[in-house]
């Protein structure tokens, strides 16, 4: 079974477009994350929600919105897509106090 | 401000060879605690090790051990011989206590060669 699940994998498309990735985890966590990996490597926290709640919002443009359904899934829509977007979106979860954060197998954004 | 730097930024050995990727952090926090993860080529990031500020004790498991000093502000991970399939870029990372965000080194890029 997949922990931390991420769809899609790869992600193509052009500038201006509107897209979301999605993030599931099945660990019964109530808190989850996304970070960002740029073409350098650097990982950087975005957003992280504890049980539906925002609790982290870090700097990020509000192109970027993140969405939680429910406690098991944090989405991420980014409008008006720019190229400065391209990346690897990692999500992330983690059990209450534990400050470990399982990750999910990444979306490799590229706009064109 | 809190701050992992990882000042290698690539290193290159041969099979076999011991390594050691180091780690230096800056923090306020009392209570914090640190972290490895690997990104094989794969790019999945794979957790290797959780110490908390309160354990100095060092860790060894397998091939693999830390090294945990806190006067210096350092948590360093040794690789003994080394093998290929450790080629992966290494990050530490410092968990800041009230979010539970990770912040992580720039990564150290590690390639064994056969």
């Known amino acids: ?112 | 401000a809190q701050k992992v730097t990882q000042a290698q930024t690539e290193i290159s050995v041969v099979e076999k060879e011991d390594v050691t990727l180091d780690c230096v952090y800056e923090t306020r926090d009392t209570t914090y605690y640190l972290f490895w993860y690997k990104q094989p080529p794969s790019g999945e990031l794979v957790f290797l090790i959780r110490r908390n500020s309160f354990d100095e004790q060092n860790e060894i498991s397998g091939r693999y051990s830390w090294n945990f000093q806190k006067s210096t502000s350092s948590f360093n991970f040794t690789i003994t011989a080394s093998q290929v399939v450790d080629s992966a870029v290494y990050f530490c990372a410092l968990s800041e206590i009230n979010t539970g965000k990770l912040i992580f080194g720039q990564g150290t890029t590690l390639q064994v060669k056969p």
């Not at chain 1, 504890?50 to 406690?71: G, H, M, Q, Y």
């Open chain 1, 1 to 112: 079974d997949t922990a931390v699940s991420q769809t899609p994998k790869y992600l193509v498309t052009q500038m201006g477009n509107d897209k979301s990735i999605k993030c599931e985890q099945n660990l019964g966590h109530d808190t989850m994350y996304w970070y960002k990996q740029d073409s350098k490597k650097f990982l950087k926290i975005m957003f992280s929600y504890n049980n539906k709640e925002l609790i982290i919002n870090e700097t990020v443009p509000n192109r970027f919105s993140p969405k939680s359904p429910d406690k098991a899934h944090l989405n991420l829509h980014i409008n008006s897509l720019e190229l400065g977007d391209s990346a690897v979106y990692f999500c992330a979860s983690s059990p209450p106090g534990s400050y470990e954060q399982y990750f999910g197998p990444g979306t490799r954004l590229t706009v064109t």
